[in-house]
């Protein structure tokens, strides 16, 4: 009997303590004591098949951040009151999609789909009294589907626009693929000729669309590049090459301007397209300095005096060196535009004038001295 009887005690005591055995929930952090939390998934690189993943990670498991395997509460751990997620949208990661969790459960979901197809990159903030402490390091993911070797596309270059002038040496390069899927990586490729006779590139080992580049690239030089798709052995149809003139804050680059050489009576217009009024005439033989184009090159915008500019047709005459691309992109102004009503009356290409009395005697011509370089007669 006194057997049973302290078997019962025993197993009395056993329920009373036994609730007690277990680890005690750690205490709430103070913001000093906060630590970077570790990033579980999804992993650097990863491409998910859900556009709602589930975003998780852990807290470090002693006061000192360490993140000991397996994963246990130290002595002196604690744990935030929550935790704020940070997610940005590629390439050019401005705007935060992310928001802060209701408790300190590692885990969050995006309240809305995210887009296909679409880098993004990820941190998380643990919380105390609504104050973050320290951010983790982003991790990038994408968006799927995967592309299909067989129906890749050529991607569309977007920045630095076509013909644009730079200001850093190491720009960085920014495409877009037109189809939901991510292909498997791209190949990038920049030359300083527009042939891509020497070329310079470097494949990336994912499918982010955008590119810093490591290279350091020569002041005053026009660069052209394009972009390659690539799945598993399979390459893509390349894009069309842009180019950019690099030209560094503080630095004046020389630029040779190309020769337009008219091979037929023109007209020189207010804007690159027929339906721009007329400005003046050039006449067969005439030389004029090409200062821009349009986005197409099939326009571009000469030098007519120091204050006039004028556009003609490229395929009209012929330009020197021949690649309008070399060229800035010109803005030019909205219609409609102001300029002449009637058909002025053709004027004399007075570049047959060779001196001065010839020149003069034509009421549309003029001749002009300039300061170390010969005299010539010209259009007004």
């Not at 006194?2 to 750690?26: E, M, Y």
């Not at 751990?77 to 401005?94: E, K, Q, S």
Request: charged share 15%; glycine share 8%.
């Amino acid at each position: 009997m006194k057997f049973k009887l302290l078997a019962v005690v025993l197993i009395l005591s056993f329920l009373v303590v036994a609730p007690g055995c277990g680890p005690a929930t750690p205490p709430t952090c103070t913001l000093s004591q906060l630590q970077k939390a570790h990033l579980l998934y999804p992993t650097m690189w990863e491409t998910v098949w859900s556009l709602q993943p589930t975003l998780t990670w852990t807290y470090p498991a002693g006061p000192n951040g360490e993140y000991p395997s397996p994963y246990y509460y130290g002595a002196e751990a604690c744990i935030p009151d929550n935790y704020r997620v940070t997610l940005r949208t590629g390439p050019y990661f401005a705007d935060n999609l992310g928001g802060d969790t209701p408790g300190p459960a590692g885990v969050w979901v995006p309240p809305s789909p995210l887009q296909p197809a679409t880098e993004y990159i990820w941190a998380v903030q643990a919380m105390v009294d609504g104050v973050p402490g320290p951010i983790t390091s982003y991790r990038t993911f994408f968006t799927g589907p995967n592309c299909a070797a067989a129906t890749l596309v050529a991607p569309e270059l977007v920045e630095p626009a076509n013909g644009a002038v730079v200001s850093s040496d190491q720009p960085k390069l920014i495409w877009d693929y037109p189809e939901d899927c991510v292909p498997g990586r791209y190949r990038v490729e920049w030359s300083t000729t527009s042939s891509f006779t020497h070329i310079v590139g470097v494949e990336l080992a994912n499918p982010r669309k955008h590119y810093e580049m490591e290279a350091v690239l020569d002041n005053c030089q026009t660069y052209y590049w394009r972009v390659t798709p690539l799945t598993g052995t399979t390459a893509g149809p390349t894009s069309e090459a842009f180019h950019f003139r690099v030209q560094k804050t503080g630095t004046l680059c020389a630029f040779p301007w190309p020769i337009y050489k008219v091979l037929t009576n023109l007209s020189c217009r207010f804007g690159p397209g027929m339906d721009y009024n007329i400005m003046d005439y050039l006449a067969a033989g005439d030389e004029r300095q090409a200062e821009g184009r349009n986005e197409d090159g099939s326009w571009l915008l000469l030098r007519l005096d120091a204050d006039r500019r004028c556009w003609v047709a490229r395929d009209l005459g012929e330009l020197l060196p021949d690649d309008p691309f070399g060229l800035p992109l010109a803005e030019y102004p909205a219609r409609p535009l102001p300029g002449p009503t009637d058909t002025p009356t053709p004027v004399p290409n007075c570049s047959v004038y060779q001196d001065e009395k010839s020149c003069e005697l034509n009421t549309n011509c003029k001749w002009v001295i300039l300061a170390g370089a010969a005299p010539y007669c010209t259009n007004k």
